[in-house]
């Protein structure tokens, strides 16, 4: 039932910047919703990484970075590092009362 | 530090009903936030399922609202799910989280449960 579209992968080599879209429609994102990123790692429950489009909670390294415009928005991970490998889900909400989290997307670090 | 640990049966049949329990520690759910619980299906995608303010108000998502109850107890600081009716289809992993406020973020995570339903 995913209503945000990210790509199914990324992937970089250590040290370099890598973005993940998150893109979703008038009725969510565009409408002025706010987005936030989670962070999977394998077997774990989703952490959050990235709130309210781009403020890191206490503890999440600066080498995360999040962004929002019209109905997209965007997490970059720049200085990739062999510990970012994981999923990450963007989230918002929708005006039909519903929590929308996007499709997912795997990093992988090569 | 806030905690959150689900707990319940990890095993289900078809057509009965899906119970979990939320314990949260380190913080008072009658205080205040948003209550909720979220599932993965295996190698899926996470999907909102509800969520209940501490005053007991409820928000379904659509798709499953005619089968889900949440509700709260505030004196145990727990808060529950049920869902009716289940089918192979429900066969994920159940989170619960705390939400910072109505349409945010989910800011504290439970470990998650496996729920299989299967006869």
């Known amino acids: 039932q995913s209503v945000l579209t990210q790509p199914p992968s990324v992937s970089g080599a250590p040290g370099q910047r890598v973005t993940i879209s998150c893109t979703g429609s008038?009725?969510?994102?565009?409408?002025?919703?706010?987005v936030h990123w989670y962070q999977q790692l394998p077997g774990t429950a989703p952490k959050l990484l990235i709130y309210?489009?781009?403020n890191r909670p206490s503890g999440v390294p600066d080498r995360f970075s999040g962004s929002k415009s019209g109905t997209s928005a965007s997490l970059a991970i720049s200085g990739l590092q062999a510990e970012d490998e994981a999923d990450y889900y963007c989230?918002?909400?929708?005006?039909?009362?519903?929590?929308?989290f996007g499709t997912g997307t795997k990093v992988t670090v090569l | 530090q806030v905690q959150l640990q689900e707990s319940g049966p990890g095993l289900v049949k078809p057509s009965e009903t899906l119970s979990l329990t939320c314990t949260v520690s380190?913080?008072?759910?009658?205080?205040?936030?948003?209550w909720g619980w979220i599932r993965q299906p295996p190698g899926k995608g996470l999907e909102w399922i509800g969520s209940i303010y501490h005053s007991g108000s409820t928000y379904y998502n659509p798709s499953l609202k005619s089968r889900v109850t949440i509700s709260v107890d505030t004196s145990k600081n727990q808060f529950s799910l049920k869902l009716s009716s289940v089918t192979a289809a429900d066969t994920a992993v159940y989170y619960c989280a705390r939400g910072w406020e109505l349409a945010g973020w989910f800011d504290y995570w439970g470990q998650g449960t496996l729920v299989t339903v299967s006869s």
């Open positions: 380190g913080y008072s759910i009658s205080s205040g936030y948003y």
């Open positions: 008038s009725s969510n994102i565009g409408a002025g919703y706010d």
């Open positions: 309210g489009n781009s």
């Open positions: 989230q918002s909400y929708d005006s039909s009362l519903v929590y929308v």
